[in-house]
Every structure is written in C-alpha cells, then in structure tokens.
C-alpha cells in the first residue's frame, strides 16, 4: 500500500516540478536581441556554461571589458533563452549580460561550482570602474538556490582571486525545501517503500533528488555568503492565486508553483547582507513570459539598484519594448 502512495507522490512531484519552466520550438527570430544601446564590446569570451542570453549555439559573449555583467540563471526545464526579454530589458538601459546554462538534472552543488567556476574566469577578464560591485548574479527558481550557492564563503577558492565585488539577487527560490518533493527525503517514506523511494525520486527529478527537500543538507545548511557579496536582495512570490493564461476570462493554467513557506529558510534570511521583498506574483508572472511583462520585477530592481531608472523620456519606448517582446506591458 505505501508503495504505490510513494509512487504517486513522486510523479505528483515531477508534475510540481515541471511547473518550473516550460520548453518549446526555439524561433530563430528569438537567437538575438537589439543592443545597440550597450557599450561597445572590447572582449569576446567562450566560457564554459556562459553565453549570450539567447538559444543561439554560438555561445560566445562579447562584452566591453570595462563595463558590469549581469549573469542570469535559468530554473528548472529552463534555458538562456528564457531570459532573453529580461536581457533585452536591460539592453535597453545599457547594461550588459550573460546566461549560465546549466543541466537542471545535475546535483545543485555540481551546478553551483560550474557557475562559481564560469564567474571566477569572467571576473579575470572584466575589469568594471566599480569595484564594488563588477558582477551581478540574478537567479530565477532552482537557479536561486544554484546561485546562491556559488557565491557562498565555502568555496575552496574566491572568485576571482577574491578581489571582486560580488551582488545576488534570487527570485523565487525554494529554499526551504520543495514539499511536493518531501517523501523523496524523509526516512518514514524510505523505510515503508522498501527502500523504493530514492530510485523513484533519481527517475523524477535527477541527480538533485537528495538536496531539494527540507530534509537535506542542502536546504538545511545553505552556507553564510562569501565577503565579496556585498548585497543580497531575496525576492519572494507570493503565488496565491496566480494565473499563468486566461482565455475567455477563465485562468487555463496556474502560476503557482512554490509557496512562501518553501521560499523561506532561516539560516537564509537572517544574512546580514539579505534585504528580503515580498511581491504578489506568479511563478513565471515575475520574470515574464510570452503572456506577462515583468514589470513588476523591473521595479523592484529599479528600486534597489540593480537596474538603472528609465530616464522619463525613454517610458513611452520601454512600453514599446515591452509590448513587442512580451506581447504587452501589462497583458495577460
């Protein structure tokens, strides 16, 4: 009996967490983005894991050495190009980025030392005018809890020799464990499955499957930050009541995905460089996707900093910005 009730709690978690992200036909149309507005690039790099933010196979990104990167991190089922828009986004007000690219498959921890690895090599070849702050790592869903991690003080080695100024953003990370996933962790499951269900859990999720319930050491012990994080800003979601698509004025697929109470982790929360907003929010709703703009991400980064203010004459053609690449500023 608890076998089969172990059985449908693990697909019912992999259903929970193909939520994450949705795969579809790359548009060739969607392999690059405008960018005239962006300094003029001194440097191309081909860095394992990064690339442009697009599905482009050529993963060389050209940068201007002397400028910020913003470094994006997909979630689960993701891609580079899912963060194209918020990239042209920033294009728009001449900050530069690239895509950590990474198998959502993989352990979490293998991931985070592919992305503290492809960070230490760009931060050996940007030298930014502000020390304090040359790379800023913006980490969406499992790519919050990656992120995180590969900025943590654990590191055998600094990034970049320990020289660099470092900013995190994370945007709806469950870092309190996944719940849909929390048979795959807990010894009462383990033990009446027969010991079933860590094989069940691989199938499902990958070699992750350990370190996504609050029962891991993952979650349970997240590390403090390394010292060349100079700030910490933590986006929660509240999910509730979230609508990814309306037809006909009826809401056709949710956008609730993970709850605050999975977002939330003491041992997170309570680092000293942490400031921590709360938004009322889809899961994909606050980074946008083909039916929603994320405006609502784009003020609370231009309200801490992250991205620089649109200059008031340029809101009329940031609503156009926002219209041809998402379908409308605020449409749903």
């Not at 690219?101 to 230490?120: F, G, I, K, P």
């Not at 070849?125 to 790519?143: E, K, L, W």
């Not at 199938?203 to 700030?231: C, N, Y």
């Amino acid at each position: 009996m608890c076998v089969s009730r172990c059985t449908w709690a693990i697909a019912f978690a992999a259903i929970v967490l193909q939520g994450c992200a949705i795969r579809g036909a790359v548009d060739p149309a969607l392999l690059s983005f405008d960018q005239s507005r962006l300094p003029a690039p001194d440097v191309a790099l081909r860095i394992p894991g990064l690339g442009p933010c697009t599905d482009n196979p050529d993963r060389t990104v050209s940068l201007n050495a002397q400028e910020p990167v913003t470094v994006l991190v997909h979630g689960c089922y993701g891609s580079s190009g899912q963060f194209r828009g918020l990239a042209q986004v920033l294009a728009f007000h001449g900050q530069q980025t690239a895509c950590f690219t990474y198998d959502d498959r993989d352990s979490m921890d293998v991931s985070a030392a592919e992305l503290a690895a492809a960070l230490d090599q760009l931060v050996r070849r940007i030298q930014a005018p502000s020390a304090a702050t040359p790379v800023t790592v913006i980490g969406h869903s499992q790519g919050a809890l990656i992120s995180r991690r590969a900025l943590t003080a654990s590191r055998p080695a600094p990034i970049g020799g320990g020289d660099a100024g470092l900013q995190l953003v994370t945007i709806s990370g469950p870092f309190g464990g996944i719940a849909a996933a929390s048979p795959c962790g807990s010894p009462v499951y383990r033990a009446f499955s027969l010991g079933l269900i860590a094989p069940m859990c691989r199938i499902a999720t990958g070699d992750k499957w350990s370190e996504i319930t609050l029962w891991s050491d993952f979650i349970r012990r997240p590390g403090a930050l390394g010292r060349q994080v100079h700030s910490y800003l933590k986006i929660d979601t509240d999910e509730r009541g979230s609508c990814r698509q309306v037809v006909d004025g009826q809401c056709v697929e949710g956008d609730l995905t993970f709850s605050l109470d999975e977002q939330r982790n003491p041992a997170v929360d309570r680092d000293p460089a942490a400031k921590i907003v709360e938004v009322q929010a889809g899961h994909v709703e606050i980074v946008g996707d083909k039916y929603v703009a994320p405006v609502k991400l784009i003020a609370i980064l231009q309200q801490s900093g992250v991205m620089r203010p649109t200059e008031p004459q340029r809101v009329a053609a940031l609503d156009r910005l926002l219209e041809s690449v998402y379908g409308g500023p605020r449409a749903r």
